[in-house]
């Protein structure tokens, strides 16, 4: 609630209804005004979602770091790429809730792994049809996990089609085109670029030029047209947190 104090004849409150006391602390926004009390209110139920979000964030970073330390992945590869998935998000929105609910999908992409047998999930070697099959399933079961929780309803769409292809030779439903969930559009090209950029255990890292030729290459195909554009926007930024190996902690303005 924007605004600016006054002293002022008896006014109504705009939230609770009661007229404000000549001679009370009011806070006016244009003709409205709101007392005291509600103002104080407010200004607690802002603070209240600040610590509910701040524990909210602390729980999923914590699951998506338990994971990566299972699947031995590089550096805090669950949180990087969620927050270049941020820096793509912001070219198509400034809405809080919907940042946030990319960050959480992309933070938490493969949480359905903790349902993949070690003797897959770690497999070395090629797996087999039938491994795949277990392998190809975590983005349901990932879904299945965080679908449950009513404030990541967004973020557990995103989780379900992060394997999808634009061209809808991906998985698990298909999917092509706008039918993908948006979050999970700009999540694709983020991942192909940190799968490439980081070391595996089959080969060394590519350079950023690389990841970018290839991603560009892809557009209309694996990756929305859309995404890549809004990745080429944020190129700079982008290459200079991969070099650096580093994120920005998320900020959902």
């Given amino acids: 609630m924007k605004g600016q ?32 009390g509600c103002y104080l209110g407010e200004l607690a139920a802002q603070n209240s979602q600040h610590l509910t979000d701040e524990a909210y964030l602390a729980i999923a970073e914590s699951l998506a770091a338990a994971l990566d330390a299972r699947e031995h992945e590089t550096g805090l590869h669950s949180k990087r790429v ?51 099959q277990v392998m190809r399933s975590h983005p349901q079961r990932g879904y299945d996990i ?16 992060h394997e999808e292809r634009y061209d809808g030779k991906g998985y698990p439903a298909a999917l092509s085109g706008d039918d993908i969930p948006w979050g999970a559009r700009l999540f694709a090209v983020i991942d192909t670029l ?29 990756f929305d047209p859309q995404a890549v554009t809004a990745f080429l926007a944020e190129e700079q930024m982008l290459k200079e947190m991969v070099e650096m190996k580093c994120f920005l902690e998320p900020d959902f303005g």
Wanted: aromatic share 8%; hydrophobic share 40%.
């Fill in 5 to 36: 104090y006054s002293l002022s004849a008896s006014k109504v409150c705009q939230w609770c209804g009661k007229a404000i006391p000549a001679g009370n602390v009011l806070l006016r926004g244009g003709n409205t005004y709101c007392c005291e």
């Fill in 82 to 132: 969620a927050c270049h998935t941020l820096v793509l998000a912001r070219q198509f929105t400034d809405e809080r809730d919907s940042l946030k609910q990319v960050y959480w999908g992309a933070l938490l992409h493969d949480i359905g792994k903790i349902a993949i047998p070690d003797a897959i999930l770690l497999k070395q070697d090629k797996l087999t049809d039938d491994e795949w």
């Fill in 146 to 161: 965080v679908a449950a929780i009513p404030f990541m309803r967004e973020a557990a769409q995103i989780i379900l089609h």
């Fill in 194 to 222: 940190d799968a490439m950029t980081n070391d595996r255990l089959y080969r060394k890292a590519m350079s950023f030029d690389v990841a970018k030729e290839e991603i560009v290459k892809l557009s209309g195909q694996q």
